[in-house]
Each structure stands twice: as structure tokens, then as C-alpha cells.
């Protein structure tokens, strides 16, 4: 069965280096999204991405993240200067369908910032 | 803003029994979704039921079942004959309906474990 996987499953790194987390969404999936829970928290959406584009962001998802799809294959987000708030497990989504699509998780990328 | 609350942290049911996860949530939209997600142990978060909130009929998968009140803004999910497998955390969450590709809003969740 297709699943999405993600990488790293962990990674630690100091605070203000960069980040780059890496999704391969499910292949004839259309919308892609990353989601963010920070331990004991909920499940809070960061962005969604459709057509090469961003479709929608939170107010979590400022300039010092970015998101791409560099190859028709991985989805990746970046974290230009990580903080320590950033530390969080982050969860990479794909559907086909975008307004009543089941969402496909991946198992989840923890990040601990130092 | 749309707010999804699960009010129950953990919650523990024995082997083949019935346990009920309760949600409400929060909107001024009359069209939307509602969706229970399981997240077991290391694993990613599945679905395990949907339901519109046009559709009065409330949504059956298998041994899981919902009750949908709307005016209440309540979604609660039953889980019927409960086995070891369904320990996990489970997610309520609400998406709005519309042509856009709009994300989820998730509750908190609920620890759910189940007792041989």
C-alpha cells in the first residue's frame, strides 16, 4: 500500500542552522501539506501546497520557512534559522483530491533544536 | 477562528468493550467535515472515519461509529468490541468545505488504552 514517507526521522541541530525536512508524498497525489505538533500540544497546520504553489499558510509559517518541490517527487520544508520553539515532530501530508480528500500522513519528523 | 476541543487526555477501555471519545468544535460554517484520525505508537495517522455535516446519518466503519449532533457541535467516536490494536492516539478534527484546499484543524487528542 502507498504510504508517504518522510526523512530524517530525527535530527537534532543548534539553534539558527538550517533545517531541511524531506516528504515523498504518495505518487498521483495533487496536494501536499506540512503539519507541526510541538510535544504535548496539538496537531497545527503550517502549509499547503498545490500546483508548484503555496495554496495556504498559518501565521506559524513565516519567512523563515520555506517549502518546495524541487523534483516531482519530494516535498521538502525548510527552516532557514531554527529556534528553539521550533523544536516540534513535523507531519507531511499528501491527497488527491483537495476539498474532501482523505489526507495521507507520513510517521512524522521529530526535530530537536539545542 | 474554528477550535476543535477533545476534553478526555487519556482514556482506557478493557479488551471487547465499548469506549466513547468525545470531540466538539467550534464553527460559523454550516458545510464542513469532521474526521476521527488514529495515530498508533510510532506510526503515522491513519483515518478511520469521516463524516459530512450535511448527511444526517451518522458514519459507520466497521466497528467504529460516530455520533454527529450539529446543533450541539458535538462528534463523538464509539469504538464497539475493542481490541489491543486500537490503543493509540486518536485525533478529532474539522475542515471546512469549500473549492480551496483548505487544511485540517485538529483537537488536542486523546490516549486511548486498551486493557487485555
Known amino acids: 500500500e502507498p504510504e508517504v514517507t518522510q526523512t530524517p526521522s530525527h535530527q537534532v541541530t543548534q539553534m539558527g542552522q538550517e533545517v531541511i525536512l524531506r516528504c515523498v508524498p504518495i505518487?498521483?497525489?495533487?496536494?501536499f501539506y506540512w503539519y507541526r505538533q510541538i510535544l504535548g500540544q496539538k496537531v497545527e497546520f503550517l502549509v499547503s501546497?498545490?500546483?508548484?504553489?503555496?495554496?495556504?499558510k498559518s501565521e506559524i509559517f513565516d519567512d523563515q520557512f520555506s517549502v518546495e518541490r524541487p523534483d516531482g517527487s519530494n516535498f521538502t520544508l525548510k527552516i532557514r534559522s531554527t529556534k528553539l520553539e521550533d523544536s516540534a515532530m513535523y507531519f507531511c501530508?499528501?491527497?488527491?483530491?483537495?476539498?474532501?480528500?482523505?489526507?495521507?500522513f507520513g510517521e512524522g519528523s521529530r526535530l530537536t533544536v539545542l | 477562528a474554528q477550535t476543535v476541543t477533545q476534553s478526555q487526555p487519556e482514556m482506557s477501555v478493557q479488551e471487547a468493550e465499548t469506549v466513547t471519545l468525545s470531540c466538539t468544535y467550534d464553527?460559523?460554517?454550516?458545510?464542513?467535515?469532521l474526521f476521527w484520525y488514529k495515530q498508533p505508537p510510532s506510526r503515522q495517522m491513519i483515518l478511520v472515519i469521516r463524516?459530512?455535516?450535511?448527511?444526517?446519518q451518522n458514519a459507520t466503519e466497521n466497528r467504529f461509529s460516530v455520533n454527529f449532533q450539529k446543533a450541539a457541535k458535538s462528534f463523538s467516536l464509539k469504538i464497539s468490541d475493542s481490541q489491543l490494536g486500537d490503543a493509540a492516539m486518536y485525533f478529532c478534527?474539522?475542515?471546512?468545505?469549500?473549492?480551496?484546499?483548505?487544511?485540517?484543524?485538529f483537537g488536542k487528542g486523546t490516549r486511548l488504552s486498551v486493557i487485555a
Open positions: 478534527a474539522y475542515r471546512i468545505w469549500n473549492s480551496g484546499n483548505t487544511p485540517l484543524v
Open positions: 464553527t460559523s460554517e454550516s458545510d464542513y467535515y
Open positions: 463524516q459530512e455535516a450535511y448527511k444526517q
Open positions: 501546497f498545490y500546483n508548484n504553489e503555496i495554496s495556504e
Open positions: 501530508a499528501s491527497s488527491f483530491r483537495g476539498r474532501d480528500g482523505e489526507l495521507f
Open positions: 505518487s498521483n497525489h495533487l496536494y
